[in-house]
């Protein structure tokens, strides 16, 4: 519930001709693209307003020709500017005289900014006691929950100005065509093949796809009649792949400017990749999606793609490395060659669906062999319909009933329980695991037969 005094100064606010409000989320590039929402939403419901997007000069290009921001600004935390660079930043942003400060991404200077910037009305994640401090709203944001999306945590910082969200999304304006992509745009009018961008890199090791991975799938694209399009985040990573020919393949060994990236994403049917930033980029345009995930973080459920039409290859309960990489390369050329041929459009319900499958592994518990028989049938139903299901059959030793969970639960990357009940072993699992799962424990009762 909001105090009065805030309702007074939101009240205040929403009375303003032509408000000032500046927007942070000086980030990565996907989390900026997943900022975009509420900035629409805002400009929606303020259409005179004089709206500023405060991001990292990383990302800015993004933002160059986004029709509904009046300006951005850059500042780049994480080069760890010094302490006069931050007071000539907070003077700058001084000058503005914004009406509304909304920070979306929760970090220590960022936090304060409004306050230090003397923005009267200010709101941000609550991330420790001196948020209530620094904004006039601080917002908690329940991290532990799994099935919350990062665009609706975004959201959920403007929930004191009590505004409807905005669904549809305005893309960035398309600038004019440089030498490189001109070049490219041609050769896909030419060839008149379906295309296929790969984007190789996410610049985050823990996240990227391997060189022989992409090779692979590439190669065998081409040989099916695709027109593979070839773009790199850092050139540096991929050394072999960069000197791959064949007829349908456009192999992009410059440096593309985030501009160009955005062209070609805009133009292409379909984006293959990494979760990245990129990723984003083209389910906003809309585009035919294929993640490949390689991360046992990050989940779909909170970073997945919202474009209509999209597949999820994400195979981390996998404990045979070799096995797990020509899977994901099969499984990849597959879902590309499926998602060529439909043009079936998932609802918001369906979005939701696939992105709980490919974000939550489940260990179904059953006391005994007996129950585990009478429980099989409805096991191998949840699995035909895309869920992954481990079975834990209860030790008579308490002690090796939690080793062995524990063993399944790191080898097989677990985040949820199906049970019958709340048992006993939830509790020593949830405490062991506590620094380790983040997001927490997913407990849910046994479907029957009928319901699944």
Request: aromatic share 12%; hydrophobic share 40%.
């Amino acid at each position: 519930m909001l105090k009065k005094n805030l309702i007074k100064h939101i009240d205040q606010f929403k009375s303003l001709t032509k408000p000032k409000i500046l927007i942070q989320r000086a980030e990565r590039l996907g989390d900026l693209v997943l900022a975009l929402p509420v900035i629409e939403t805002l400009r929606h419901h303020f259409p005179d307003a004089f709206i500023c997007v405060l991001c990292s000069s990383r990302n800015k290009q993004l933002l160059y020709h986004y029709p509904i921001i009046d300006e951005f600004i850059s500042f780049d935390i994480h080069l760890s500017p010094s302490t006069a660079d931050k007071q000539t930043f907070i003077e700058s942003i001084k000058d503005h005289k914004f009406d509304l400060y909304i920070a979306l991404w929760a970090e220590p200077f960022f936090q304060k900014l409004g306050f230090l910037a003397s923005i009267p009305l200010s709101f941000g994640p609550h991330i420790n006691p001196l948020s209530s401090f620094f904004y006039s709203q601080s917002i908690p944001l329940p991290w532990h929950d799994i099935f919350i999306h990062e665009s609706d945590f975004n959201f959920k910082c403007i929930e004191p100005l009590q505004l409807k969200p905005v669904q549809s999304l305005t893309p960035p304006e398309i600038q004019a065509a440089s030498s490189i992509t001109t070049k490219v745009l041609d050769r896909i009018n030419v060839l008149k093949k379906p295309t296929v961008l790969f984007f190789c890199s996410s610049g985050k090791p823990e996240t990227s796809i391997d060189e022989h991975t992409f090779l692979s799938i590439a190669n065998s694209l081409c040989e099916q009649g695709f027109h593979v399009l070839l773009t790199y985040g850092n050139l540096d990573s991929f050394k072999s792949i960069q000197y791959f020919e064949h007829p349908n393949l456009t192999n992009i060994t410059n440096e593309l400017s985030l501009n160009d990236l955005i062209q070609l994403i805009d133009t292409i049917d379909i984006y293959f990749g990494p979760d990245t930033g990129p990723s984003h980029i083209a389910s906003l345009f809309n585009k035919k999606v294929v993640l490949l995930y390689k991360s046992s973080n990050n989940p779909p459920l909170r970073w997945g793609p919202l474009c209509q039409q999209f597949s999820i290859i994400r195979l981390d309960y996998f404990s045979n490395s070799s096995l797990k990489n020509a899977l994901e390369s099969n499984t990849a050329i597959q879902a590309i060659y499926d998602i060529n041929q439909t043009n079936t459009q998932f609802s918001d319900t369906d979005i939701k669906r696939i992105h709980s499958q490919t974000s939550l592994r489940f260990i179904w518990t059953a006391n005994n062999k007996d129950q585990f028989k009478a429980e099989k049938e409805i096991i191998q139903t949840l699995k035909q319909q895309g869920w992954v299901i481990f079975v834990h059959i209860k030790r008579p030793n308490p002690l090796k009933n939690i080793v062995r969970l524990l063993q399944k639960y790191r080898q097989r990357h677990i985040n949820a329980f199906f049970s019958n009940s709340n048992s006993i072993y939830f509790y020593p699992i949830r405490f062991l695991l506590y620094s380790q799962l983040c997001p927490k424990l997913v407990i849910r009762s046994k479907p029957s037969l009928s319901k699944s």
